[in-house]
């Protein structure tokens, strides 16, 4: 019997990052969750009504789809508890093979229509909570996978690292996940451990399905041809078992084109690219400087 391979996907209460749980499950992967809403959730829409999942709930839909799920209370805003999460992960599987990191800090005026100034300054936690703890968790995943010569760190980015989206607080965590990704393989190489950024599509999630409701003239054709999250989880399993894993680590990859190159599909469909609207990842640079 082959050994399930050991993932942990942060901020996956909902969203994305619980569609990417749950993508991970279904191919029979043990799957920690982390995130901050236990037994109810603070987290709003863009409405301001309440958003429904906690962790609890994404583990059990893990081990119903055939994973194992497992969840973890942990506000990624706390080293401490984040460093709490990998001792864990260790005493209790001895190894890690995927880390996705995915939590990050949604302001309620995210999508509002306004200059950054006009938004209330706590928009910019998006580089606490987004991508310093990124670096945080990649860190931690690193001393393991380096050690045991295998693993992956993958982030989940979008088009807003190349194009104007939701502003600037935003655009910069985007292109700074894609950048960790770009520099982490660079120390990585040779270590049997890759490292690569995601551009996902439009995503059908609960905060999208409300953003839908109150911009219905920017979402709607969006949200046609959205992607399943658990799509981009099934891709991330694609690539860690590439053949030419080692010439994607450190990319930026858009989500839609890896999945065809490595034939990948979301329920049966593929996703449009919208690289021709939105723009194209940055190159990979092959220049190092000490």
């Given at each position: ?67 194992k799920g497992i969840a973890v209370a942990c506000d990624h805003a ?7 999460v990998f001792e864990q992960i260790m005493a209790e599987q001895g ?196």
């Open positions: 019997m082959t050994q399930a391979k050991i993932a942990l996907v942060t901020g996956a209460s909902r969203g994305a990052g619980a569609g990417v749980a749950r993508g991970l499950g279904e191919l029979g992967y043990t799957v920690y969750v982390t995130g901050r809403s236990v037994s109810g959730s603070e987290a709003k829409g863009w409405d301001g009504t309440p958003l429904p999942g906690t962790i609890g709930e994404t583990a059990a839909e893990i081990t119903k789809r055939g994973g706390d080293d401490a508890q984040v460093a709490r190894r890690l093979d995927l880390l996705v990191n995915n939590a990050a800090y949604m302001h309620p005026q995210l999508i509002e229509k306004k200059p950054f100034w006009e938004k209330e300054l706590a928009a910019q936690y998006i580089l606490d909570v987004g991508l310093r703890s990124a670096y945080v968790a990649s860190w931690h995943a690193a001393r393991i996978m380096v050690k045991q010569g295998s693993g992956l760190i993958a982030f989940t980015s979008s088009f807003g690292a190349s194009c104007y989206m939701h502003g600037p607080a935003y655009g910069a965590q985007k292109a700074g996940l894609d950048k960790l990704a770009h520099d982490m393989e660079h120390d990585l190489r040779g270590t049997g451990v890759a490292a690569v950024s995601i551009w996902l599509g439009p995503q059908i999630t609960e905060r999208a399905m409300i953003a839908k409701e109150v911009n219905p003239e920017q979402y709607e054709g969006f949200m046609s041809v959205a992607e399943n999250p658990e799509f981009t989880g099934h891709i991330l399993d694609a690539i860690s078992k590439a053949p030419n894993r080692d010439e994607l680590s450190g990319q930026t990859l858009i989500g839609a084109e890896i999945a065809q190159e490595l034939g990948v599909t979301d329920r049966g469909h593929e996703r449009p690219s919208y690289r021709d609207m939105l723009g194209s990842p940055r190159i990979k640079n092959p220049a190092a400087v000490y």
